[in-house]
């Protein structure tokens, strides 16, 4: 049985950074895609990037290039998320979620299982 | 960027009602196409990928269909359970999400 399971809520000031953390269970950890996809209060999904562990390269949307770093760590089965410059628009809860691997990468992947999601508050 | 549309952005709806959810895409996204039911509080759950194969543990009053670029989800006999929102996302290319469509009690 697949589970992922997230680091606690963050509030955070302006300005600074946070990073999330995915633990997995269940499944092989290294070909899963683990992606990041966030949602504001009231708002959608939005996807932000994701990784295949196996392959090490992440892929992002381009609205966050730049800004957010995905990683993973096999030893430990665990997924990351790293935010900078983070502004009152970042606040949201980020959800870590395992994609299912067409065989193209982490872009084109869709979710069978979701964490629990972390809410991140900016705010000074 | 492949541009997802859906429609009703909300619509209300009664128990044992039959109730249809139209996704769009920009360009051809070859049946790469998921759905997702969202209640408050909760993550998203997958409930149909590849246009129209239902995941293990989806009751079979949930199916999807498409023609073209239209993606469709119906939902036969509505039940008191299936009152969420409803998203769908294209994976074909750097996947993204439609709007959302809550369904609401009538």
């Known amino acids: 049985q697949v589970q992922l399971v997230q680091s606690g809520a963050e509030v955070k000031h302006p300005g600074s950074s946070v990073k999330v953390s995915c633990r997995v269970s269940g499944g092989t950890f290294t070909t899963s895609a683990i992606s990041w996809v966030r949602q504001a209060p009231g708002q959608g999904l939005e996807w932000m990037g994701g990784i295949i562990p196996v392959l090490r390269t992440p892929n992002y949307a381009q609205k966050f290039q730049g800004r957010v770093t995905i990683t993973a760590d096999d030893s430990t089965s665990t997924g990351y998320l790293e935010m900078t410059s983070l502004t009152s628009e970042d606040t949201a809860v980020y959800y870590c979620?395992?994609?299912?691997?067409?065989?193209?990468?982490?872009?084109?992947?869709?979710?069978?299982?979701w964490g629990q999601g972390t809410l991140v508050t900016v705010s000074s | 960027d492949i541009q997802m549309t859906q429609s009703p952005s909300t619509l209300s709806a009664s128990v044992g009602d039959r109730v249809t959810i139209t996704c769009r895409a920009s360009?051809?996204?070859?049946?790469?196409l998921a759905w997702y039911q969202q209640k408050p509080g909760e993550a998203p759950k997958l409930l149909i990928s590849?246009?129209?194969t239902l995941e293990g543990g989806v009751p079979s009053r949930f199916s999807g269909s498409n023609s073209g670029t239209e993606y469709t989800l119906t939902i036969n006999s509505l039940q008191p359970e299936d009152f969420a929102t409803y998203y769908c996302q294209q994976y074909y290319m750097y996947l993204t999400f439609g709007p959302g469509t809550k369904v609401n009690i009538k």
């Open positions: 979620a395992r994609g299912v691997d067409r065989g193209v990468g982490a872009s084109t992947v869709h979710f069978d299982h």
């Open positions: 590849k246009a129209s």
């Open positions: 360009k051809n996204i070859r049946n790469y």
